[in-house]
C-alpha cells in the first residue's frame, strides 16, 4: 500500500503544477534514441491536461557542470513529448528565472511547458534552498513523477517540496507499490535474478531478497565474488576480494532461510572482452588462469530456465554477461526470453541494463512490469529510504 498522497487526490484545475519527471534519456546526434521514460510519464502528464491544469515540465538530462551546455539540453526531449502526446509543448530556454516567470504567466489551463535542464543550475544537485524556492515559485503544486531520481536528495526532488505541496504521479506510485508489493506478498515461488558486474553494488538487495524470494539466481560478473567464498579458483574473471568474507555470510544466509542459491555451473570464457573474442565453454571448476568468465554456459543456460519457467512471480535485475557483444550475449537472452515466456508470472524487470536487453531482444513488451528506476529501484528494495519519496505528503 503506497502511503503517500497522489495527484489524483487533490484539485488541479487552473493551478500551476510543476511535474518532476525522470527525462534522463539517451540522446545521439540531438536526437533522442529510447524514449520509454517519455512515455512512462504520459499518464501523469495527460491526467493534469485532460483536469485543466497548468502543466509545468522539469527534468534532469545527463550530468552537465552545473551550466548550461547544449549537449545536455531538453529541447530535443520536447519534440518527443510533442509527437507522444499529441499537442504543443511550449519550451523557455530558463529554468527559475525571469523568462521562465513569464511564460509560466502566459499559461492557459491545459497548456504544457517544459523548463530547460535543471542541471544547468548548480544549486539542483546542492538542493541549494533559494534555487528551490526559485523552482516552487513558478507553481502552486508540486507533483513528483521521477521514480528513477527519487534517491537523490536535489532542489527538484525534495527541496521544492519545503514550499508545495507535492504529491506523488501516477508512475512513482506505481512503482513502488509494484516493487514494495513485490516484497512483501509474492504469489510463489518467488525466484529473483539478479547480475552484472560487482556484487558490492547489490549487497543490500541481495540481504533483503534471502528473506522474501524460494530461489535466488546469481549470473553476471558478481556470481565470481560467491564463487571464491566457495572455494572456486575463478582465473582471470571478476573478483571484489573485500567481498569475499561477506559473500561467504550471504551463501550461509541462504541456507539458513532455506532458499535456492543458484550459481552458473559452466561458463563462456575468453582471454579478452572483444567482439571477435576466441571463446571455450568450460566447467566453472576449469576456468583457465589467463581467462575470464564473459557469460553463463549452456548446463548454467538451461539450469536458470528451469527455475524461472515454475516461478510465479520473477524479479530480474542485470545481465548474465557483457551482453553488448555477440559472444557474450546468449545466456542474457535466454534469461530475457525465460522470464517473458513464463506468462503465468507476475514478472518485474528493473535496472537501465536488463531494460536494455529487453530492448535489445525485442522482449520489453511480454513483461508485466518494467522499471524505470535502476538505482532508486534498488535502493527500495533494500529498504532504504528515498529522499524524493520521503518528502511528499503522507496519505
Not at 521562465?100 to 548548480?122: S, Y
Not at 537523490?152 to 519545503?162: I, L, W, Y
Not at 518485474?348 to 535489445?360: I, M
Amino acid at each position: 500500500m503506497f502511503k503517500k498522497k497522489t495527484v489524483k487526490g487533490v484539485d488541479v484545475r487552473g493551478r500551476r503544477v510543476l511535474v518532476r519527471v525522470d527525462f534522463n534519456v539517451p540522446l545521439s546526434e540531438g536526437s533522442v534514441t529510447d524514449d520509454t521514460r517519455v512515455r512512462a510519464a504520459l499518464p501523469t502528464i495527460r491526467y493534469l491536461v485532460d483536469h485543466g491544469a497548468r502543466v509545468i515540465i522539469a527534468s534532469h538530462l545527463g550530468r552537465p557542470s552545473g551550466e548550461p551546455d547544449p549537449r545536455f539540453s531538453l529541447r530535443p526531449v520536447r519534440r518527443v513529448l510533442q509527437r507522444l502526446i499529441g499537442r504543443n509543448v511550449v519550451f523557455v530556454d530558463d529554468i527559475a528565472g525571469s523568462d521562465a516567470r513569464e511564460a509560466v504567466e502566459r499559461m492557459v489551463d491545459g497548456e504544457i511547458l517544459m523548463l530547460e535542464n535543471v542541471r544547468f543550475d548548480p544549486g539542483e544537485k546542492a538542493n541549494d534552498p533559494g534555487f528551490a524556492a526559485k523552482l516552487a515559485s513558478l507553481a502552486d503544486i508540486y507533483v513528483d513523477d521521477a521514480f528513477g531520481a527519487a534517491h537523490r536528495a536535489h532542489a527538484s526532488t525534495v527541496g521544492v517540496a519545503d514550499h508545495l505541496p507535492a504529491y506523488a504521479g501516477l508512475l512513482l506510485a506505481r512503482e513502488v507499490e509494484t516493487l514494495s508489493g513485490m516484497l512483501l506478498d509474492p504469489e510463489r515461488p518467488f525466484v529473483a535474478i539478479l547480475g552484472g558486474s560487482k556484487v558490492s553494488d547489490k549487497f543490500g538487495v541481495i540481504d533483503r531478497l534471502l528473506e522474501s524470494v524460494d530461489t535466488l539466481i546469481i549470473g553476471g560478473g558478481m556470481c565470481f565474488t560467491l564463487l571464491v567464498a566457495k572455494g572456486v579458483d575463478v582465473g582471470k574473471s571478476l573478483v571484489e576480494d573485500e567481498w569475499v568474507e561477506p559473500a561467504k555470510e550471504m551463501l550461509a544466509k541462504a541456507a539458513d532461510n532455506d532458499v535456492d542459491l543458484l550459481l552458473p555451473v559452466d561458463f563462456i570464457v575468453a582471454e579478452e572482452i572483444t567482439e571477435d573474442a576466441d571463446t571455450s565453454i568450460v566447467g566453472r571448476e576449469e576456468i583457465p588462469a589467463d581467462m575470464m568468465g564473459l557469460d553463463i554456459g549452456p548446463t548454467t543456460v538451461e539450469l536458470f530456465k528451469g527455475a524461472i519457467s515454475s516461478a510465479r512471480t520473477v524479479f530480474w535485475n542485470g545481465p548474465m554477461g557483457v551482453f553488448e557483444l555477440t559472444p557474450f550475449e546468449t545466456g542474457t537472452r535466454a534469461v530475457a526470453s525465460a522470464v517473458a515466456r513464463n506468462s503465468r508470472a507476475v514478472s518485474v524487470v528493473g535496472g537501465g541494463d536488463s531494460v536494455g536487453a529487453l530492448k535489445k531482444f525485442g522482449l520489453e513488451e511480454r513483461i508485466t512490469f518494467v522499471s524505470t528506476g535502476g538505482g532508486a529501484s534498488m535502493k527500495l528494495l533494500e529498504g532504504s529510504v528515498l529522499p524524493g519519496i520521503e518528502a511528499l505528503l503522507d496519505a
